[in-house]
């Protein structure tokens, strides 16, 4: 089936809802409206108002419910409608999601996946344009996801709902309904904690995740460098050793996302090549990424977020190093 991201994450849904009656959603207009970017449209019709609940305006009250249900047995899959309004159930996901199982020594688990859309690129204000996987990632005790395709996202939320861990499941709001691509009508998983390998190459490695794949994706391809493109596709747990194995082999990396660069994904990743591949590289790594500051305003945002001549420029520079 040809199936953007929304129609990928929303047959996941169903997939999910019919293989497990304890799968349960929840969310400000989900139900009738089908959620602010219609991801679970007609699901109510399918399941009723008992699996695919309307929720008040309250963050802070769909997390603690979920987090209830979750200790009960089930799954539920929460809808934060932006990702700056997660902030609001902050509390809910640090001190109970994430330290259920560790806090009871696995007496107790918390089955539950937080979906929410995060990134920039559409126009939109603030907390509408988050991009707090580093924040989550920080956290013990949860795992944080964030696709890149149809493909993924929907191998990646039926992996998500089989699993007996919170995930905090991160949805780029550009790549929503930006392309389409042929998935598998049935039931699939796509490995949580196991990077992608978009492209190979030999020259140099480019590391992203999100909406920045695309991106990167068309650089390359306009400039004609043999460079390896690594989508993370699961911020936490990294997986280190494809991006390890990819350096080793061009020695160059690049990181390109969204998020601010300080404190980001991009530093962990480097730190973690300047320990462990340091004598491998043959230029310094360069990251890619937003300024630390607040997301700006619309007439802004393409100052703000990476773009392909910042991206391009960064490749220039670390293949004349």
Not at 88 to 107: G, K, V
Not at 147 to 168: N, Q
Not at 297 to 319: C, G, H, L, R
């Amino acid at each position: 089936m040809m199936a953007n991201m929304v129609n990928a994450i929303n047959n996941a849904l169903e997939l999910s809802m019919k293989e497990n009656e304890g799968v349960v959603l929840l969310g400000e207009d989900i139900g009738k409206d089908g959620g602010v970017f219609r991801v679970t449209e007609g699901l109510i019709d399918k399941f009723g108002e008992g699996r695919v609940i309307d929720t008040p305006l309250a963050e802070s009250g769909i997390i603690g419910a979920s987090i209830g249900m979750a200790l009960s047995g089930m799954h539920p899959i929460p809808e934060v409608q932006f990702a700056g309004f997660m902030y609001l159930a902050f509390s809910q996901i640090i001190n109970h999601a994430a330290r259920y199982r560790t806090r009871s020594r696995s007496a107790f688990k918390v089955p539950m996946t937080i979906r929410t859309p995060v990134s920039g690129g559409v126009r939109t204000l603030e907390h509408h344009s988050e991009s707090p996987e580093a924040l989550y990632s920080h956290m013990g005790g949860l795992i944080v996801v964030e696709p890149s395709s149809p493909y993924d996202a929907k191998g990646l939320m039926i992996k998500a709902s089989r699993m007996e861990d919170p995930v905090v499941f991160l949805e780029p709001t550009k790549l929503y309904r930006l392309f389409k691509q042929e998935i598998p009508e049935d039931a699939y998983e796509v490995p949580i904690g196991k990077a992608n390998i978009v492209r190979e190459g030999n020259e140099l490695s480019i590391i992203t995740y999100g909406t920045m794949v695309n991106v990167v994706k068309n650089v390359v391809e306009k400039k004609k460098v043999d460079a390896e493109i690594i989508d993370i596709r699961t911020i936490n747990p990294l997986d280190e050793t494809t991006i390890m194995n990819s350096v080793n082999k061009t020695g160059r990396a690049v990181i390109v996302h969204e998020a601010p660069l300080s404190f980001g994904v991009g530093a962990e990743i480097s730190a973690r090549l300047a320990e462990q591949d340091i004598f491998e590289l043959k230029a310094p790594i360069i990251r890619v990424a937003a300024y630390n500051m607040p997301y700006p305003f619309p007439q802004y945002e393409k100052f703000y977020v990476p773009n392909e001549n910042k991206i391009s420029n960064a490749i220039d520079k670390i293949m004349s190093a």
